[in-house]
C-alpha cells in the first residue's frame, strides 16, 4: 500500500512566508469539530482572526469562546438562548444575534474560510449563504451534501468557493485522488471503525442501551454521529457523501471496516495501485489540513507509529446486523429526493433514541418505514431549492415521528 499527495488536489510546499492572518468563521464552535478547529487556531496565534462564531442553544460556552477568540459576532440559533448570550457578552464590542436566520447572516458574513460544523439538516442553510462570502469551505456537515448535495455543490461552484471535506475519510480521499487521473480509478474505498458493536450478535443489539451506543471505541464525537456510528448509519451518510463529491459510480463505491481506524480512505487505479491516507484517529489532522490548504502545516498531533500498531486488519462490513447501511445504500441508488428523506427519518430516529424513547433496532426501523413511504408518494425529487430541501425535510420527519 503506497502513501502519496495528490499533486493536482493537494498541497503545496508549505514554505513559511510571514502572511496576514486568515479570517474564519466557524458554525457549530461549542461541538466537538467546532472545538477541535478552535485548539488548532489557538495553536498559532496570529494566523487566523474569528469572525463568527456560532452555536445551537449553549450561549455560556459561546460567549467564553467568543471572549477568549476575540470573535467578531456569537450568534445562537435559538432564541431562547439570546438574552445569556447578550448578558454575557455585554460590555465586550462583539455583537450579538439569535436565530436560524441570524446563523445564516453570520455565516454570510465575508471571510477567507468557514468551518462548517453544524450538525443535522440545520447546517444546510447556513453552508449555502457561507458560499457567497467565502473562499474555502471545510465541510464537516455531512448532512448537508447527502439532504441536498447537487443543490450545494452547483451553488459552490457558481459562487467559486472552494469546498475541502473535513470527514477524515472523505478529506483522506480527497487527498489521493488524482482528479486529472479519475477515469483510471476503478474503486474508492471508505473505512469504517465498526463502532462499539462490532462484534456483538444480532441478539443483542435489541438490548443495546444510549450510554452502550455513545461509548465509540476509536473517535470522539458528537452525540448524534456517535450513535450513526454505532447503527453504522454514519458509513452509509458518508457513502452518499462521497457519492457527491467524487466522479465515480454507485457501483465503484466501498466500504471496508478497518478496526484500527488508521486507514481513512483508499483509492485504486485501474494500473493496481491501491492509495490511501494514514493517521491516527484524531480529527485534529483533517480539519488542521484544511484550514492549511493548500500548504501542510506542522501539527501537534501525535505521530502514527505503524510497528507500535503492527497489524491492521480489513473485513467486509455486516449488512444484516447493521441495515442501516443497505438502507443508505439503496436511498443512494435510488436517488432523487430518497437520501434528503433518510437523513431526515435518520436524525428523528437518532434523537428518540437519545431521549429514550426507542429501541436501537428501531431506528432503522423508523428509516425503513419513512422510505417505505416515499414509494407510496410515487417518489420525489432531487430539491432544487433550500425551500423544496426544507419542505421535503419537513415531510419526512412528520412520516419518521408518526412511526416512532
Ligand atoms: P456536536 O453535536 O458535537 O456539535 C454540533 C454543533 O452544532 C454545536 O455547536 C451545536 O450547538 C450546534 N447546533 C446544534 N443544533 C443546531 C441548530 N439547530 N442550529 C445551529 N447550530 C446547532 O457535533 P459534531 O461536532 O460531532 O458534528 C458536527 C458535524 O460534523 C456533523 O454533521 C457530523 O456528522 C460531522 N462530523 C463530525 C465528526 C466528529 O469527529 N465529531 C467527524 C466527521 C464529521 P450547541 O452546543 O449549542 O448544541
Known sequence: MAMTVN???????????????????????????????????????????????????????????????????????DPAAYAELRDRLAGTGIEVAAGPEAVAAAAARPTDIVMSA?????????????????GTLALANKETLVSAGPLFLSAARQAGTRILPVDSEHNAIFQVFEAGNADTISEVIITASGGPFLRTPKADLASVTREMALRHPKWSMGPKITIDSATLMNKGLELIEAYRLYPVSVDRLSVLVHPQSVVHGLVRYKDGSLLAELGVPDM?????????????????????????????????PD???????????????????????????????????????????DIARVVEETLGKLDGEGGLSE?????????????????????L
Open 7 to 77: 499533486m493536482q488536489a493537494g498541497p503545496g510546499t508549505g514554505a513559511s512566508v510571514m502572511q496576514a492572518p486568515r479570517r474564519l468563521s466557524i458554525l457549530g464552535a461549542t461541538g466537538s469539530i467546532g472545538l477541535n478547529t478552535l485548539d488548532l487556531v489557538a495553536a498559532e496565534p496570529g494566523r487566523f482572526e474569528i469572525e463568527a462564531l456560532t452555536a445551537g442553544r449553549n450561549a455560556r460556552e459561546l460567549a467564553d469562546l467568543a471572549i477568549r477568540f476575540s470573535a467578531r459576532i456569537a450568534v445562537v440559533a
Open 118 to 134: 453544524i450538525v443535522g439538516f440545520a447546517g444546510l442553510a447556513p453552508s449555502l449563504a457561507a458560499l457567497a462570502a467565502t
Open 284 to 316: 485534529r489532522t483533517p480539519i488542521g489540513y484544511c484550514l492549511a490548504w493548500p500548504e501542510r502545516r506542522p501539527s501537534a498531533v501525535k505521530p502514527l507509529d505503524l510497528s507500535a500498531i503492527g497489524t491492521l486488519t480489513f473485513e467486509p
Open 319 to 361: 449488512r444484516d446486523r447493521f441495515p442501516c447501511l443497505p438502507l443508505a445504500e439503496a436511498a443512494m441508488r435510488r436517488g432523487e429526493g430518497a437520501p434528503c428523506v433518510l437523513n431526515a427519518a435518520n436524525e428523528v430516529a437518532v434523537e428518540a433514541f437519545l431521549a429514550g424513547r426507542i429501541g436501537f433496532l
Open 383 to 403: 430539491p432544487a431549492s433550500l425551500a423544496e430541501a426544507t419542505e421535503l425535510d419537513g415531510w419526512a420527519r412528520k412520516i419518521a415521528s408518526a412511526c
